[in-house]
C-alpha cells in the first residue's frame, strides 16, 4: 500500500496537472460572467436562438456575444468591418467580441437570419474549443469534405472560403456544415448536439431561402437550352424561306419568259405549281412568325425570373442598399 505521503503526492502533482485546465475554465467562467452583466438579450434575439432550437450551451455562448439584428446596411458594415466586395449576412468578431446580423427584409428570404444568427454562433463555439477538440472536429469535418460531400453549391463556397480566407476554412466548414448540411455522419451529427437540440430546424430554414435561388437558377437553365433549340430552328426556317424565295424568283422569271414568248400551254402547265410554292412559303412565313413570337415570349418570361433573382440576390446584398439620410 502507498505512504500517506506517496497519496499527498500524488494529490498535488494530479491538481497541479489540472490547474492549467482549471485555470482556464474558472477565467472563461469570469469572462462570461463580466460580458453577461446586466445583460437582457432583445426578444428578437431569443426568437432567433429558439428557432434555431440552440441549446443552453449554445444560447449562453450566442448571448456572450451580445448578439445584435441590424437592419441598416451602412451600420452593419460598419459593425462588421465589412470593405471586401463580398456578400455578408453576418459576422463574429473573435474572442467573443460580438455577432452582427444583417436583418434581410424580403419576405421570399425567410430563414435568412436564423442560418446566419446560427453560422455565427458556431464560429464563437469553434473560438472555444480546447486543443484536443478542435484537433478531433477538424478531421471529422476535413474528412467529410474530402470523401462524402457531394453538394456542388457547398463545395463551391469552401473553394471560395479555401482563396479568401485560407487560415479559416476549416472553421467556416464548422458554420457551413452545421447550418446547410441536413445529414451529416454520425460523429458529427453527434458533435452538434452540444449546440442544436434539433439542428434540421437550422438546416430547414437554409433549404427554404436557398430554394428561392437554386428553382430561378435551375428555371433560368432550362429556359437557355430551349431558347438555344428554338434560336436553332428559326434560323433554319429563316434559311429554307430564303432557299425558298429565291427558287419563287427564278420560277416567276422563267414563267413571265414563257407568257411573253407566246408558249401559253407551257405557261399554264406550270402555274400550278408556281402557286404551290407561293402557300408553302407564305406557310413558312407564318409559323416563323409564330415561332420568333414565342421565342420573344420565353425570353421575356426567362428575363422576369433573371430579374427575380437579381432582386434576390441585391436583397442580402448590404453594398447595394442606399445610403441612410443622417
Known amino acids: 500500500m502507498k505512504s500517506f505521503k506517496q497519496i499527498t503526492l ?124 478542435r484537433k478531433y472536429v477538424d478531421g471529422l469535418l476535413q474528412n467529410y469534405f474530402d470523401t462524402q460531400l457531394h453538394d456542388q453549391r457547398i463545395i463551391d463556397t469552401m473553394n471560395s472560403y479555401r482563396e479568401s480566407e485560407p487560415n479559416d476554412v476549416v472553421n467556416e466548414m464548422h458554420s457551413v456544415f452545421g447550418t446547410e448540411i441536413a445529414n451529416l455522419p454520425a460523429p458529427l451529427e453527434q458533435y452538434y448536439k452540444r449546440y442544436f437540440d434539433n439542428r434540421q ?46 427558287q419563287i424568283n427564278s420560277d416567276r422569271d422563267r414563267l413571265d419568259s414563257l407568257r411573253s414568248s407566246g408558249q401559253i400551254a407551257e405557261y399554264n402547265a406550270g402555274v400550278a405549281g408556281f402557286n404551290s410554292e407561293i402557300a408553302a412559303y407564305n406557310n413558312g412565313v407564318e409559323k416563323l412568325r409564330s415561332d420568333i413570337a414565342a421565342y420573344n415570349q420565353l425570353v421575356s418570361e426567362r428575363n422576369s425570373i433573371a430579374n427575380e433573382l437579381s432582386s434576390l440576390t441585391k436583397a442580402l446584398d448590404t453594398r447595394l442598399t442606399p445610403q441612410t439620410v443622417q
Open 201 to 246: 430546424a437550422v438546416t430547414a430554414f437554409a433549404a427554404n431561402y436557398q430554394s428561392e435561388f437554386t428553382s430561378r437558377s435551375d428555371q433560368i437553365k432550362v429556359d437557355d437550352a430551349q431558347l438555344a433549340q428554338q434560336k436553332a430552328q428559326i434560323n433554319a426556317e429563316e434559311l429554307s424561306l430564303q432557299s425558298q424565295l429565291n
Open 10 to 133: 500524488l494529490v498535488l502533482t494530479l491538481a497541479l496537472m489540472a490547474a492549467p485546465f482549471l485555470l482556464y475554465f474558472k477565467v472563461q467562467a469570469l469572462v462570461d460572467w463580466w460580458q453577461l452583466r446586466g445583460y437582457t438579450p432583445p426578444a428578437s434575439i431569443v426568437t432567433l436562438a429558439n428557432q434555431d432550437a440552440m441549446t443552453s450551451s449554445a444560447h449562453h455562448i450566442f448571448y456572450v456575444n451580445h448578439p445584435d439584428l441590424e437592419t441598416d446596411a451602412n451600420q452593419f458594415r460598419t459593425d462588421c468591418h465589412e470593405t471586401e466586395k463580398t456578400i455578408v449576412l453576418g459576422c463574429y468578431h473573435g474572442n467573443q467580441d460580438g455577432i452582427f446580423i444583417y436583418n434581410v427584409q424580403d419576405a421570399r428570404l425567410s430563414g435568412v437570419q436564423q442560418v446566419t444568427a446560427a453560422h455565427e454562433m458556431l464560429h464563437a463555439a469553434y473560438d472555444r474549443l480546447s486543443t484536443k477538440d
